[in-house]
């Protein structure tokens, strides 16, 4: 794969430095918006030693990337001092001074960091208003913090959008490399810059991430009178299929959650619910995997292999190549775009597809001229994945001392089942093994990367002994998980088990939060406010008494809250216990419900603590409209508790009475202990 830099027409009025040579500028230097800096009263002698250009520390290829980010030779080097504030930065005095309005610009900057030093850039701007004799040439008309993230460790092109009063001239940039606290600071580090920019786009010079947007990944809506709620798509040969669209943000990233399905040679018809009016709708499709949407248009329609598959207005025309009046495409609340194919010829497997609102422009990232962004124009852009697949689909088992077969019994090995329809599994372990679950793997290039270009290829999902029929020893795979090659691990273990299924009753802790950020369980409020903790017990007869603690560590504000950061829990059980798995879920409120399980064949005593850090990349979102109409809920499961310190209990063994030792073992004359009697787990005191 190979990404070139995208090319952009520069104005007349833009000014570049490449510090190859002094083209640009007049004189480099430090500069501390801090009054009382060491490097503005003199303290520091020779602060220009500080500053200085220097060879290219990394002109490296981007293998991933297929690019060179930056091929320089040289560029400007700046000693982040731990002596100045934060926005202590390398001082460039241009040659000629940059003429500003109220019009916004931006600065694109170069920018290399070392690893792990990833706070924000920023740029001053130093000049005076032309028509004010008195005002110093050194007042800071802007200041502006970098509109993209930066790349940890790897050259950037960082954009920043500047804006001034009328008739100011800019005389000198002020690069601040690090917007991090120095009074920490033990050590100095050295920053990098280069390729300084200044024009009327906003879209970064170079694409150094997959799939990427012309604006802030987070950037929140500026509009409220137009906003994309959701989307649906008409395959032929498949159910419908809808999309909702997170509307706190510019740019809703669903490829976590949403995967649309289709065929080679399936049509596929998108429609857009879209609140406002004088807009137009635009589906992309990468076809080639490489991280990028790239249209081709010819004619005013799609060439064969454009990633533009379909667009309601572009230059006059639709994706028909029908003229068009205009580019309102807004018809009762929906955007519909123009019917697409998938080719015949497309392979099996996971593709990115994106849905853009934005008037009248074929750059996936949304329009970028000055007059029209997407940002102000009440634009927006969802990401979603395309599986593409066939009727049927492979399924396969590996596992030792012990079989996974299909229901009627037959071994699975390469077996083709329907796509997408529900699939029943039974266990045989081998003579003097039990089973504890399976792992299923499902998706495509099951032995390769489970994420290519940031999208995921495959899920793999353990499900426990607990799931299983306890009498038939069977599970039924929910057609979700048939989505593409089903590879089965069969998790067997030695071990005598009639009913290898059978678990303790799950114990369960429910936790709700309201609108006003009280918390529920069982109708009975248990906390509120910040820090909020709440431990509850939980007791069934002779059964553990469990203690689960769900610990809020950074409390809720009064919008959202995110469950996979924010959110630890504690399970613990008295000391005779141990506890042998546990499952935490999520409700979202709309039906959607995350999953994390602990290790099934792990057994502790004591206190297992648990960060649900593994729920923060597909974690949802909780609004409190959610939390006031939903209801969204937080549950922990304890999937089994096992007792281990027993006493005072005989057992009289006759003919009619099974005894077993937990690993599976005959007993003729048990003492303390615990033992399976009859297919029951017995406590022998």
Not at 98 to 111: I, K, Q
Not at 608 to 614: A, G, H, L, R, Y
């Amino acid at each position: 794969m190979a990404m070139a830099a995208l090319v952009v027409a520069l104005p007349a009025s833009a000014q570049t430095i490449d510090f190859e040579t002094s083209d640009g500028f007049c004189r480099l230097g430090v500069y501390d918006t801090w009054e009382q800096s060491p490097f503005r009263t003199g303290a520091i002698a020779s602060p220009e030693r500080y500053v200085g250009i220097t060879k290219n520390p990394d002109t490296s290829l981007n293998e991933e990337l297929g690019i060179q980010p930056n091929p320089s030779e040289k560029v400007l080097a700046v000693q982040r001092s731990r002596f100045g504030s934060n926005t202590f930065g390398a001082r460039i005095d241009f040659a000629d001074p940059l003429h500003m309005t109220t019009a916004t610009r931006y600065v694109h900057v170069m920018v290399l960091k070392p690893q792990g030093e990833t706070a924000n850039v920023m740029v001053i701007g130093l000049g005076k208003r032309r028509d004010w004799k008195e005002q110093s040439p050194e007042t800071e008309q802007f200041w502006e913090a970098s509109s993209s993230t930066l790349n940890d460790g790897s050259w950037t092109d960082l954009v920043f959008p500047i804006s001034t009063n009328e008739y100011v001239d800019i005389h000198s940039l002020v690069l601040v490399p690090d917007l991090a606290s120095p009074h920490l600071r033990t050590s100095d580090f050295v920053a990098y810059f280069d390729d300084i920019e200044i024009n009327d786009n906003p879209k970064p010079r170079i694409m150094t991430s997959f799939y990427p947007v012309n604006f802030d990944a987070d950037q929140k809506p500026t509009r409220t009178d137009r906003a994309l709620n959701s989307a649906s798509f008409t395959v032929s040969g498949e159910a419908a299929q809808n999309v909702s669209v997170n509307k706190t943000k510019v740019y809703s990233n669903q490829t976590e959650t949403a995967i649309i399905t289709a065929r080679p040679g399936s049509t596929v018809n998108i429609k857009m619910s879209y609140t406002g009016g004088w807009m137009s709708g635009y589906a992309y499709v990468d076809w080639d995997n490489d991280g990028q949407f790239k249209p081709a248009i010819e004619g005013n329609k799609p060439v064969a292999g454009s990633e533009l598959v379909s667009y309601t207005f572009l230059n006059g025309y639709n994706s028909l190549g029908e003229s068009q009046p205009n580019g309102n495409s807004v018809s009762g609340g929906y955007i519909t775009c123009p019917t697409f194919t998938i080719p015949e010829d497309t392979p099996f497997g996971i593709y990115r597809m994106r849905l853009k609102v934005d008037w009248d422009s074929d750059d996936a990232g949304g329009n970028a001229n000055t007059n029209n962004l997407i940002v102000s124009n009440g634009g927006a852009i969802l990401d979603v994945l395309l599986n593409v697949h066939d009727e049927k689909v492979d399924i396969s088992a590996n596992q030792l001392n012990g079989d996974v077969l299909a229901d009627d019994g037959t071994v699975l090995s390469e077996k083709r089942i329907p796509f997408g329809q529900v699939f029943k599994i039974k266990m045989k372990p081998a003579p003097d093994f039990t089973y504890t679950g399976v792992v299923i793997t499902h998706g495509y290039n099951l032995d390769g990367p489970e994420y290519v270009r940031d999208n995921r290829q495959y899920k793999s999902i353990t499900i426990p002994a607990s799931s299983f029929n306890r009498e038939t020893h069977e599970y039924t795979i929910p057609a979700s998980y048939i989505d593409g090659e089903v590879r089965i691990e069969g998790l067997f273990t030695p071990g005598e088990n009639p009913n290898p299924g059978t678990v303790t009753p799950k114990y369960k802790v429910t936790y709700k939060k309201d609108a006003d950020g009280a918390f529920y369980k069982d109708g009975s409020e248990v906390g509120k406010g910040k820090g909020w903790a709440a431990t509850e017990w939980i007791s069934a007869g002779p059964e553990p008494v469990v203690t689960i603690t769900a610990d809020h560590n950074n409390g809720f504000n009064t919008t959202n809250f995110n469950l996979g950061r924010d959110y630890k829990f504690t399970i613990s059980v008295g000391s005779d216990y141990s506890i042998s798995g546990y499952k935490i879920s999520t409700t979202d409120g709309w039906g959607t419900t995350i999953v994390t399980e602990g290790n099934q064949t792990e057994v502790f005593s004591g206190t297992k603590e648990m960060t649900v850090s593994d729920l923060a990349a597909t974690s949802t979102w909780f609004t409190t409209a959610d939390a006031n109409l939903n209801g969204p809920m937080i549950d922990v499961y304890l999937m089994d508790a096992i007792p281990t310190g027993v006493s005072h209990t005989t057992i009289n063994v006759t003919s009619d009475v099974s005894v077993y030792s937990i690993d599976g073992r005959r007993v003729k004359n048990p003492s303390k202990g615990i033992y399976i009697v009859n297919d029951r787990k017995v406590i022998v005191r």
